[in-house]
């Protein structure tokens, strides 16, 4: 077998088709490790830069391009795929003038098939269930998670069982998962409470866990890295900047990163800043001690995705962290929703939990962490139109304790030619960005 299942804290192994989430021996949390060595000579750049464009599966999907660093031994057939990945790396000089650097580059995760990163670890999550036979797929979930888990079980043939909380959950996110047609069980608990819910009933019914606790979930957000990177030309930046949750995405960079640097496809791994809400940073603060004192917290932000207090993936977020020489920072809901309005003005846009990435990168900037000079990648995990209420919120200046600093204003006006005129006339130039009108 190529690939195996290990323990990342005592190395404990299983066999790759073993229905587990955590070590039986320890609890720790499970890799799935590879064996590349006898594939090694032909793991090139070429290899991959080869398969650029490609129109048949697996490898149109910009996760299955990868497939040797993904999961080399699975059979093409079990593969669900909806062509995900192949989102864009856009250079946006306005955008790095806010966050004070002179590169950035962000790679948009929101242009996946349900409009987040999610589907990279979906399609490897189905695959794995396909593999193993399931019948039913289980997630809990701030959003994002469960309607990629929707679309993907559909495309399987299987049922999608979501646990969602009562509260926050933007519109954009539940619609999916109500029209792809998963059992939707609005559960009043947040996402902490919900994430313990769905583990334990999906011990107890058998039904197939698709949270990142599961190790194949990450093998497949690997390849936000591995596209980015290819899209650089295989040159490492000196950042990446990403928003934390769960803290999947943070462990799959890593683990990602590292592989791509002992194949030797990258010739320096760059640095990961990890970047919560301050309303939900059980990670920041856990760094803050020097990782003495790990707490949950009860988490509380307007970027609901990222609203988590206790992350199951902590151990190997920390474990990138230390393979990278990374940092973690935390930032307000106020610098969070200012960033978005930045990034959707430059005509890309995001949901709020994005523009962590952004608002994370301005504040290492200005506290001389990341410098002028460094190249900063920054991962968009989102698309814009997943939450439209925070967004119509901020322009129209109705969140509590915000005031907007990139405003839009909605005009109003009666149909009358003059009136629309004259309002035309004397409408104010749109703000420029940049630092001018931020306070923060
Ligand atoms: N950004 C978005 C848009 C997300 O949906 C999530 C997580 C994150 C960032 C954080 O990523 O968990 O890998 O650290 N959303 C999950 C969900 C929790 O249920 O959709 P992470």
Not at 62 to 85: A, C, F, T
Not at 122 to 133: C, D, P, R, S
Not at 326 to 352: F, L, N, R
Not at 393 to 400: F, N, Q, V
Request: charged share 20%.
């Amino acid at each position: 077998m190529p690939s195996i299942l290990q323990c990342v804290d005592c190395s404990q192994q299983y066999p790759i088709d073993t229905v587990v989430y955590s070590c039986g021996a320890c609890g720790g949390l499970l890799d799935v490790r590879h064996d590349f060595e006898p594939a090694r000579q032909g793991l090139t750049q070429n290899l991959f830069d080869g398969r650029l464009g490609a129109l048949s599966a697996p490898y149109n999907s910009g996760v299955w391009r990868y497939k040797e660093l993904i999961y080399p031994g699975v059979d093409d057939e079990h593969i669900v795929s909806r062509m995900e990945g192949n989102t864009n790396l856009y250079e946006l000089p306005k955008v790095a003038a806010y966050a004070g650097v002179d590169t950035l580059f962000l790679k948009h995760e929101g242009e996946n098939p349900t409009g987040s990163f999610k589907d990279r670890g979906m399609t490897t999550g189905l695959t794995q269930a396909k593999v193993l036979k399931m019948k039913r797929v289980a997630c809990a979930s701030t959003g994002n998670t469960s309607a990629s888990l929707a679309s993907y079980a559909a495309r399987a043939g299987m049922q999608g069982i979501i646990f969602l909380q009562n509260q926050q959950i933007a519109l954009g996110k539940l619609a999916q998962g109500i029209a792809f047609g998963a059992i939707c069980l609005q559960i009043n608990a947040d996402f902490d409470r919900n994430m313990a819910l769905a583990q334990q009933v999906s011990a107890r019914l058998g039904m197939y866990l698709l949270n990142s606790v599961n190790p194949f979930r990450l093998e497949g957000q690997k390849s936000i890295m591995f596209e980015a990177l290819q899209q650089l030309r295989w040159q490492a930046p000196d950042w990446i900047v990403v928003p934390g949750g769960n803290l999947g995405n943070s462990s799959a960079f890593g683990k990602g990163l590292l592989e791509l640097y002992e194949l030797g496809l990258i010739d320096r791994l760059p640095r990961l800043a990890i970047v919560q809400a301050e309303g939900a940073n059980p990670l920041y603060r856990h760094y803050k001690s020097g990782f003495r004192q790990y707490q949950p917290v009860k988490a509380q932000t307007i970027a609901s995705a990222i609203k988590i207090g206790n992350p199951v993936n902590v151990s190997k977020a920390i474990r990138a962290l230390e393979w990278t020489g990374g940092v973690v920072e935390a930032v307000s809901d106020q610098q969070i929703m200012d960033a978005k309005a930045v990034v959707d003005a430059v005509g890309i846009g995001c949901e709020p939990a994005s523009a962590c990435s952004v608002a994370g990168a301005r504040k290492l900037a200005r506290r001389g962490i990341i410098q002028r000079g460094d190249t900063v990648l920054g991962v968009l995990t989102g698309h814009i139109l997943k939450d439209p209420e925070a967004t119509i919120g901020y322009h129209a200046d109705t969140l509590p304790q915000l005031k907007p600093q990139h405003r839009n204003e909605m005009l109003q006006a009666e149909a009358d030619i003059e009136e629309i005129v004259a309002l035309l006339e004397s409408a104010p130039a749109p703000a420029p960005l940049g630092a001018a009108r931020s306070q923060n």
